[in-house]
């Protein structure tokens, strides 16, 4: 019973994710999302009191598979970087390939100025990138005591001049990646391809790290997908999602 429970609310957030993606937050209704995924009215009730509480469940599973896949690419042995690197191709495919993902961009849109919400993806992405980026500079793979790039050797004496102190360059180069970052749910947004939402986010990496790293250490680090995607896809490492009965 406990099991058949489980696997009901699944279907649930299933079912959840995909009408709030195509139709929205406010133009989903229990009604819809409930004869999607199989079940009465009623069992929906038994699971989520309300859309709102729905929409917090689907909105948990995008924050746990962002957790998940940080965790396995850090563990995995990737340095700060280059798992911020990896982590943008990761949601610019679970983009196309969850409905979860998209779902909690758009819920956190559309509820935006509405009473707090008990879960926030968007905020769970950009803290995710900002702690990735911390650590990048913790352990030295942001290089913030060299002189700014492109400025003459003779203005590299003066604060100001050599593009302020490491304290400035940090919060630029934070407020730099989490905008580009963002960037990449929105051009999602536009109907791409995956393969070319794949191809933008390689071409932004390719334009960051320079500033970022250096010229001269760029080569150091992938800026395509390909690791990521590989160990999610080895034989028993592919997510499948249990919805009506079946495996998607």
């Not at 393969?195 to 932004?204: P, Y």
Request: some cysteine; overall charge negative; proline content about 4%.
């Amino acid at each position: 019973m406990q099991e058949r429970s489980e696997r009901t609310r699944r279907r649930l957030v299933f079912a959840g994710a995909e009408l709030f993606h195509r139709n929205g937050y406010a133009n989903a209704t229990l009604g819809e999302i409930a004869g999607a995924a199989g079940v009465t009215k009623g069992a929906l009730y038994f699971h989520f009191a309300s859309k709102d509480e729905l929409a917090d469940a689907v909105q948990q599973r995008g924050c746990g598979l962002l957790d998940e896949a940080v965790r396995g690419l850090l563990d995995g042995g990737d340095s700060p970087l280059q798992a911020l690197i990896d982590t943008t191709h990761w949601l610019a495919r679970t983009l196309h390939e969850d409905p979860a993902i998209p779902a909690s961009f758009r819920i956190t849109k559309e509820c935006a100025g509405h009473q707090p919400a008990a879960v926030d993806f968007h905020g769970a992405w950009l803290s995710a990138v900002c702690e990735l980026l911390r650590m990048a500079r913790d352990v030295g793979e942001l290089p913030l005591d060299r002189p700014a790039v492109g400025v003459p050797d003779g203005e590299r004496d003066g604060g100001e001049r050599d593009g302020g102190s490491a304290a400035d360059r940090w919060e630029s180069a934070e407020a730099l990646v989490a905008a580009a970052v963002c960037g990449i749910e929105v051009l999602a947004g536009t109907g791409l391809s995956y393969a070319e939402l794949q191809r933008k986010v390689a071409a932004l990496w390719g334009l960051l790290l320079p500033s970022l790293v250096g010229a001269e250490r760029v080569r150091e680090y992938r800026i395509a997908a390909g690791s990521a995607d590989a160990r999610e896809r080895e034989p028993g490492g592919e997510r499948s999602y249990e919805f009506l009965g079946s495996v998607v």
